[in-house]
């Protein structure tokens, strides 16, 4: 497939992206046609009702389900024709994840989470504690690497989360509703660094989220409906205040769910 | 309207998954325990058992020994049942229904479940159990035709010994019901510890004395034929079982903890899902891995023990019994009244066909005194040679044993009784014979395998030629000289035939001693291949117990880790990635018990060797080989568990 770079800047490509799911006779498609680019450097934030295909985009992009139909370029390469062993190994070296529930291994101290997607040996000791000390150090938890994530707080539980999917320096990170289970304080704290790590480091994200406090974070949102994109909102030189009411007005055109944060 | 009996009816239909678990445990307790039962009154193996009550006690005792241990397995398999099932206990409660109804629901269900896996178990039972008899009869050495007669008193008896067992997983259930609290079911399969930062000093020194309790424990193993045996064996047992506990309970956890602070945060992913994984629950694993050691240890040597006797039955044998059949002369000897004589029973052996060779080989009974501190302090002062006859090595060469001609003024020492101790004796030694007033002094120079006369009650002093005519000269005329006529079968395949022609005298009232190789290896291996029947059957039992024990438990694991492996998913981890750390797990959890009992009954067996006359290396390894191979095949399904459910993570 031939594919046009924007000045070699386009980081994720996706055409005509359709997921449907269930059985001969009770299909239900989720995502009916997606088409979206992200550049290198941008943050972009997925926004839109419950039931609108937000999650479901988000794991397709991600490679941890596969679309039905339509093509996903990611550096390049199409991720919708790799075999899974090939996908495995695509997430481990390009991607990044953050879940709502941080999904950090109980077992394992937070250093040891966040070291984990490095484990298979390509890098060096040396180097790999490099970069922890490195990204602890942006997210501010160096004073907890010896913890187990029962003895840390959702904020530093999400923190570490944060950490583990940037230690592979990832061309793209997946967040899905980091802010989620967090408290206010906590959320913009983590919004603020992700922020910061996006503008400063120039890491590629795609944030879902359901709260509109959380997406003037971003430089861009996309507004999902019905599993098509409904519309898009650039933040350019706006204020993160303004931009959030930019965000509102399009939730109460859409019929959110969520219009009551503040 | 929903019933009660209705909800446990869906509730089971809906939970297959988790039950089939539990059926299989108490189906496979059921079969065991039947088929146990209906040898034990099968009219085939009560008249197998002959005269002797061995049978008939041996049965019983193992009998007990397996309701102990099926008991036990069904309790523990419910527990673990239960664990899984407590977020739906604490559901019922959350949605209304009281505790009694909730105890009630658990009650019938059970019952079903039970009332089932004893229909199913018994069914099976009897297919299963011509199987055990034949294998019994076979090893007992009775070929013949045999008949299996259904039995119900052992139906009875297994069903009596059930509904006990399901009357304490009631209470067991009753229990869980009532003494937890809706938070506690709802939280009861998240449980797990967290590591904790052991105490270094402490730690350290407990992991040091585990290990050094069962060095200990080996040592003394190695030492304890002495005045103190008894107390010596004691300490064996408790020093290696404490040993073992601490090892489990302390070095593990210390030594994986040493290396997890060593890797400072670089785990890496092998060491990601087994240090870590086990650290994380080696608190609440100690017991029952010390247990399961502990047994597989104890199964492994009786398995061990029992097969080595069994295997060197025909060479004990021999040992005692070297010629097949031996006459002495002008016997004396109050049994012999009713006996066969040589010349009827040449004649019986001619009349049927049977080739034969004789000879008669002379006896000098003596007596004197061995060398001090020859043999071992245990065995009391061993100074007295008492019963001890001078043999001449040409004689039994003539008769057909294979041995050397000891030179001039030496002896070689046989004594199949002291054989087995006389083991690590100091060779040479000094033996005085007395002899009248004079005394005659002999050097022995070697222990000669077994005896070289039949059913010799002292050790026999085998000289050369010159040396036995020279004695025999100057012996005092109290002394004895037996002659004894020895006869060897020479196609041994008729030896049963002779062997009865030898007996035909002998019936009930009257019982003839007859010094013969055939009919005493005939009632050896009898009592020998029930006892390695019953070693087997019950080391089946309890291996087959431990191996699911481990299975369910990590079943139980993997259930709970999930979530972790849905992670390591996707994070970009493969499915061959993550089972590479399962499976050193694995080897952990299954390696580990085995490994440590295996060990553990090499010293116990080594210790016991004493009771054997042969080497028997070859056949405890066997025993030993089959049992791990068994063991591993549980490790193997338990991969595969994890493999199924590592695949289903995402």
Redesign the interface.
């Known amino acids: 497939m031939k594919e046009t770079y924007t000045m070699g800047k386009t980081v994720l490509h996706a055409q005509n992206v359709r997921k449907s799911y269930g059985t001969r006779g009770n299909v239900q498609q989720v995502l009916k046609g997606i088409d979206l680019r992200v550049n290198k450097g941008e943050f972009v934030g997925i926004m839109g009702p419950s039931g609108a295909g937000k999650t479901t985009l988000l794991n397709v992009l991600a490679t ?1 389900d596969r679309a039905s139909a339509g093509a996903i370029l990611i550096d390049g390469d199409d991720i919708s024709k790799m075999k ?2 090939k996908l ?6 390009k ?1 990044g ?1 953050i ?1 709502q529930d941080y ?7 937070v ?2 989470n966040i ?3 490095i ?3 390509k890098v060096k ?1 040396k180097e ?2 490099q970069r ?1 000390t490195e990204i602890a150090t942006i997210l501010g938890i160096e004073e907890i ?2 913890k ?1 994530p ?2 840390i707080s959702g904020g530093q539980k999400q923190r570490t989360s944060a950490a ?1 999917a940037l230690i592979n320096e990832p061309s793209m990170v997946f967040a899905d509703e980091p802010t989620g289970a967090l408290d206010s304080k906590s959320a913009s704290s983590l919004l603020n660094t992700m922020e910061d790590v996006n503008k400063q480091r120039g890491v590629t994200i795609m944030m879902v989220t359901h709260d509109a406090v959380a997406s003037s974070y971003c430089s861009r949102v996309v507004f999902l409906k019905d599993g098509t994109i409904y519309s898009e909102l650039y933040r350019g030189d706006k204020t993160r205040q303004a931009f959030f009411q930019d965000i509102l007005k399009v939730q109460g055109v859409l019929g959110g769910d969520n219009v009551d944060a503040l | 309207m929903l019933t009660l009996f209705d909800l446990v009816i869906r509730s089971m239909r809906k939970n297959i998954k988790h039950y089939y678990l539990y059926f299989f445990a108490l189906i496979f307790s059921v079969v065991l325990y039947f088929v146990f039962a209906t040898l034990q009154y099968d009219s085939a193996v009560v008249e197998g058992a002959g005269q002797s009550m061995r049978f008939a006690a041996a049965f019983k005792v193992a009998g007990i020994l397996l309701i102990i241990i099926a008991g036990v397995f069904i309790i523990y398999a419910n527990a673990i049942f239960l664990k899984r099932r407590s977020r739906e206990i604490g559901l019922y409660q959350l949605i209304g229904l009281n505790k009694g109804a909730v105890a009630r629901l658990l009650i019938i269900e059970n019952t079903i479940l039970s009332a089932g896996a004893l229909v199913i178990g018994i069914a099976i039972g009897m297919l299963v159990s011509r199987v055990f008899l034949l294998l019994l009869m076979k090893l007992v050495g009775h070929d013949g035709f045999i008949a299996l007669s259904f039995s119900t008193a052992a139906v009875i008896q297994t069903a009596v010994v059930f509904v006990a067992i399901i009357l304490l997983t009631s209470v067991q259930m009753l229990y869980t019901v009532y003494r937890n609290t809706l938070l506690g079911l709802f939280n009861a399969e998240k449980k ?1 510890e ?2 904790k930062k052991p105490r270094t000093a402490i730690s350290s020194i407990l992991a040091l004395l585990g290990v050094g309790l069962i060095g200990f424990g080996y040592w003394l193993s190695g030492n304890m034929l002495n005045d103190l045996i008894f107390f010596n064996m004691l300490a064996v047992l408790a020093s290696t079982i404490l040993g073992t506990y601490l090892v489990f309970r302390v070095t593990i956890s210390w030594l994986l903890y040493q290396i997890r602070t060593r890797k ?6 092998n060491n ?1 899902l087994s240090i ?2 086990l ?2 629950r080696m608190k609440g694993n100690a017991n029952s891995l010390t247990i399961i050691t502990v047994l597989s240890a104890m199964t492994l040597a009786m398995l061990g023990g029992s097969y080595s006797l069994y295997y060197s039955t025909e060479k004990e044998t021999r040992y005692v019994m070297p010629f097949d059949f031996m006459f002495e002369e002008e016997s004396s000897i109050w049994f012999d009244r009713y006996d066969l004589s040589v010349q009827d029973f040449e004649k019986g052996l001619k009349e049927n066909g049977i080739d034969y060779t004789t000879e008669t080989i002379e006896l000098l009974d003596v007596g004197g005194t061995y060398e001090k501190g020859v043999f071992p302090a245990f065995l009391g002062q061993m100074e007295g040679l008492y019963n001890a006859s001078i043999v001449n090595a040409e004689q039994l060469q003539k008769a057909g044993l294979q041995m050397e001609t000891p030179k001039n003024g030496t002896l070689i020492f046989h004594s199949a009784s002291l054989g087995t101790v006389a083991k690590d004796t100091k060779i040479p030694f000094k033996i005085y014979v007395a002899s009248g007033d004079k005394e005659r002094v002999f050097t022995a120079v070697k222990f000669g395998e077994g005896d070289v006369v039949n059913a010799s009650f002292g050790p026999q002093l085998v000289v050369n030629d010159a040396d036995f005519t020279e004695y025999k000269r100057m012996m005092h005329p109290e002394n004895e000289v037996r002659n004894v006529q020895v006869f060897t079968i020479t196609n041994k395949d008729q030896l049963a035939l002779a062997s009865e022609i030898r007996h035909k005298n002998k019936d009930e009232e009257t019982w003839s001693y007859g010094f013969d190789y055939y009919s005493m290896y005939e009632s050896s291996i009898q009592s020998n291949g029930l006892l390695i029947f019953i070693a087997g059957f019950l080391g089946l039992v309890f291996l087959i117990s431990t191996g699911s024990i481990l299975y369910f438990k990590q079943m139980t694991e993997a259930e709970q880790e999930k ?2 492996y ?9 499915v ?2 993550i089972m590479r750390g399962i499976m050193r797990k694995q080897v952990f959890v299954f390696g580990l018990p085995l490994m440590i009992g295996l060990l553990h009954s090499i010293f116990a067996i080594k210790a016991a060797s004493f009771l054997f006359m042969s080497d028997i290396t070859i056949p405890a390894s066997i025993a030993m080989g089959v049992y791990g191979l068994i063991y591993l095949m549980f490790a193997v399904l338990t991969v595969g568990y994890y493999r199924k459910t590592v695949k289903a993570a ?1």
Do not use: V
């Open positions: 941890i899974d062993a495995s190994a695509f997430r481990r070296d991607l994840f879940f999904n950090l291994l109980d077992t394992l101290t250093k040891e070291l984990l997607p484990s298979l040996g000791k790999a504690e922890f690497a010896h187990y029962h003895e583990r | 797990g967290h590591p400072q945060g670089h785990l890496g992913l990601s870590a994984s650290m994380h979530q972790s849905a992670t390591l998913r996707q994070l970009g981890f493969t061959k990635d995402l």
